[in-house]
């Protein structure tokens, strides 16, 4: 299982970012994914969640009306579309697999494979 993330830069308050996590080794439609971010000094917190059948999805309340998370089985890939960035979404962003159906889909310990991250930086 591999993910690569991508997408992220450098955007000012108020700006729009679409994060990619390509998918290689297994079908989305057999795992679930879930997206996080780590700022410094700080753990690792869940972004976001889209069920192995891309019906569910799920958010912090940090992100909630302003994060979509969505997929392309296709293209293997899902994407977090996150705006109206505000200076506190400054973080690096992962996306993550799991192969079992999460049920705590904000706790890291229960994603099996992670992609490398990519930084995100929400600054004027």
């Known amino acids: 299982v591999q993910l690569q993330a991508s997408g992220g830069g450098l955007v000012q308050p108020g700006g729009s970012l679409r994060l990619s996590c390509a998918v290689s080794?297994?079908?989305?439609?057999?795992?679930?994914i879930g997206w996080f971010r780590q700022a410094p000094g700080k753990e690792r917190e869940g972004v976001s969640y889209?069920?192995?059948?891309?019906?569910?999805?799920l958010y912090a309340d940090s992100v909630a009306g302003r994060f979509t998370a969505s997929r392309d089985t296709a293209k293997n890939t899902v994407y977090l579309q996150m705006n109206s960035l505000e200076p506190e979404d400054t973080a690096v962003y992962y996306c993550a697999s799991s192969r079992a159906r999460v049920v705590i889909w904000y706790r890291p310990t229960l994603y099996t494979s992670w992609g490398q991250g990519t930084q995100v930086t929400v600054s004027s």
């Open positions: 080794g297994i079908s989305l439609n057999d795992y679930d």
């Open positions: 889209i069920s192995s059948n891309g019906g569910r999805t």
